[in-house]
């Protein structure tokens, strides 16, 4: 375990070193600089500017100063949106906000998700199996932002007499309710389709049959033994699913005016604040690696059959 473990961490390493490479040289590549705007300065100030921020010098001497940066723990100042703010303190105020709202959405869609998934399957062919399934058809191929209007329109006002939320995020508990349920609706249809997918799949395995042999009750088949072993698929989901969750919804944060991660990452990269999108971009890479660790760790927890050691991912 602890070898495999260590394997994975080198992993780790070596992919946010091509994710940090690549994303620092694509955002380079694109024309222009952070100085550009409806009112550009003069060409002077420009270059006065591009010389402090050290944009004047060559891609690969800016990228490798800055790798020798990230290695002791500097990921740099904000240049346009907050200039001179520290990156990591602009990150760990808003993430904050941003995981508060994933965390009840990711919770919400499981604790729904999965059942309703269990529950097309025990009634696999009836018309709740149908419904189910058109409902989460719907949700997995509506967009975000289409979910969180509808949720604005019908609860916030649109319709008279129907204003139980606010309509712009401002802390409060009522606030929260519409961008959790739109940030959690996509996963949780999408959880309940692989839920029925991979119940349907166990519950022909031969030791199904093997239970059904013995007398047990068609329930305490699905819900106890089918369901420990179609949760497999469901975990290797939710791995990356909650680091995207966490580090925030970039469309409903938009939506809600929601002062979080996902929102500011957004902002930066229309400002082409250089340093703001290389920390996010590295924060949410780094973050949907340790849940993908996680994720394989658990799947000893859900199948103890599986062994890590001999995996090859």
């Known amino acids: 375990m602890a070898k495999?473990?260590?394997?994975?961490?080198?992993?780790?390493?070596?992919?946010?070193?091509?994710?940090?490479?690549?994303?620092?040289?694509?955002?380079?590549a694109i024309p222009g600089n952070p100085w550009l705007s409806e009112k550009?300065?003069?060409?002077?100030?420009?270059?006065?500017?591009?010389?402090?921020?050290?944009?004047?010098q060559p891609v690969i001497v800016q990228l490798g100063k800055y790798l020798a940066n990230i290695v002791h723990g500097d990921f740099g100042n904000s240049i346009k949106m907050q200039k001179d703010r520290p990156v990591l303190e602009i990150i760990t105020t808003m993430f904050p906000v941003s995981a508060t709202i994933g965390i009840i959405a990711i919770l919400w869609a499981i604790l729904v998700g999965v059942p309703l998934g269990c529950l097309a399957a025990y009634k696999r062919g009836t018309w709740v199996d149908s419904l189910l399934r058109v409902i989460?058809?719907?949700?997995?191929?509506?967009?975000?932002?289409?979910?969180?209007?509808?949720?604005?329109?019908?609860?916030?006002?649109?319709?008279?007499?129907m204003k139980f939320f606010p309509t712009i995020f401002d802390g409060s508990i009522r606030s929260y309710v519409?961008?959790?349920?739109?940030?959690?609706?996509?996963?949780?249809?999408?959880?309940?389709?692989?839920t029925r997918t991979a119940m349907l799949d166990s519950i022909n395995q031969e030791y199904i049959k093997t239970a059904r042999a013995k007398g047990l009750k068609n329930k305490k088949i699905i819900f106890k033994h089918a369901l420990r072993n179609a949760l497999i698929p469901v975990i290797t989901y939710l791995g990356p699913q909650i680091a995207f969750t966490l580090c925030g919804g970039f469309v409903v944060e938009t939506v809600f005016s929601i002062p979080g991660l996902g929102r500011y990452f957004v902002s930066s990269i229309q400002n082409r604040d250089y340093p703001i999108i290389m920390g996010t971009t590295i924060f949410l890479a780094a973050f949907i690696i340790v849940m993908n660790l996680v994720v394989d760790l658990l799947y000893k927890l859900v199948d103890p059959r599986i062994n890590l050691s001999k995996g090859g991912n």
């Open 40 to 56: 550009t300065p003069p060409q002077a100030t420009i270059d006065a500017l591009n010389e402090k921020y050290g944009l004047d």
């Open 4 to 28: 495999y473990i260590l394997k994975r961490v080198l992993m780790a390493v070596l992919t946010l070193f091509i994710v940090t490479c690549l994303t620092f040289l694509l955002m380079n």
């Open 178 to 194: 519409l961008p959790c349920l739109a940030l959690g609706f996509y996963p949780m249809c999408y959880l309940s389709r692989q």
């Open 136 to 161: 989460c058809t719907i949700g997995i191929s509506m967009p975000g932002f289409v979910v969180a209007t509808m949720l604005l329109y019908v609860f916030a006002g649109g319709i008279e007499g």
